[in-house]
T-cell receptor, first 115, second 114 residues
Framework: EAGVVQSPRYKIIEKKQPVAFWCNPISGHNTLYWYLQNLGQGPELLIR????????DSQLPKDRFSAERLKGVDSTLKIQPAELGDSAVYLCASSPTGLADNEQFFGPGTRLTVL | GNSVTQMEGPVTLSEEAFLTINCTYT??????LFWYVQYPGEGLQLLLKATKADDKGSNKGFEATYRKETTSFHLEKGSVQVSDSAVYFCALSLGSSNTGKLIFGQGTTLQVKP
């Protein structure tokens, strides 16, 4: 069974440029998460989807970040414009449901460097 | 608020040594507790979990017991191997309203030397 797929794996951009990350969750997983991981820290949730609905986006900086999961399968996270402080690893995860004791399956992440 | 605190790393051990990585949490309600591991060059993966007080999670020789009285979920292994070198994250998830949100500690790097 294929795991969570993310692309690109690495991205280097200059500040003020836009950038987008793509995630394809495990087939059949209704819940999709985007996390931000700064160097030396644990991941922090940005947004959670149940199918195509964003049910928790309270930590998403909406002035510059946006996300979508149009058909309830793959998802895109966008930053426009990027700032130096956005340099981090962006992780996508999925789980069969959003229940608290469900295992979340993580992708390899996209490492963003903003110059 | 809800949070997880792990012991500072890196932890450096010789092969076959005993491992303890401390984890304590603060939470409203009754969380599920997890240990995730990140091997070099790989994504985070679940190592073990416990969903209620006094439960013991175990996997690959690692164990952790959900201690409500001390709000702790310490990770232990009796004899570590070089292949256990990784970053270990303690995390909690709260059960109300299908939140499913994981709150992570800062991670503890384990280095095992032959």
């Amino acid at each position: 069974e294929a795991g969570v797929v993310q692309s690109p794996r690495y991205k280097i951009i200059e500040k003020k440029q836009p950038v987008a990350f793509w995630c394809n969750p495990i087939s059949g997983h209704n819940t999709l998460y985007w996390y931000l991981q700064n160097l030396g820290q644990g991941p922090e949730l940005l947004i959670r989807y149940e199918n195509e609905e964003a049910v928790d986006d309270s930590q998403l900086p909406k002035d510059r970040f946006s996300a979508e999961r149009l058909k309830g399968v793959d998802s895109t996270l966008k930053i426009q414009p990027a700032e130096l402080g956005d340099s981090a690893v962006y992780l996508c995860a999925s789980s069969p449901t959003g229940l608290a004791d469900n295992e979340q399956f993580f992708g390899p992440g996209t490492r963003l460097t903003v110059l | 608020g809800n949070s997880v605190t792990q012991m500072e790393g890196p932890v450096t051990l010789s092969e076959e040594a005993f491992l303890t990585i401390n984890c304590t949490y603060t939470a409203t309600g009754y969380p599920s507790l997890f240990w995730y591991v990140q091997y070099p060059g790989e994504g985070l993966q679940l190592l073990l979990k416990a969903t209620k007080a006094d439960d013991k999670g175990s996997n690959k020789g690692f164990e952790a017991t959900y201690r409500k009285e001390t709000t702790s979920f310490h990770l232990e292994k009796g004899s570590v191997q070089v292949s256990d070198s990784a970053v270990y994250f303690c995390a909690l998830s709260l059960g109300s309203s299908n939140t499913g949100k994981l709150i992570f500690g800062q991670g503890t790097t384990l280095q095992v030397k032959p």
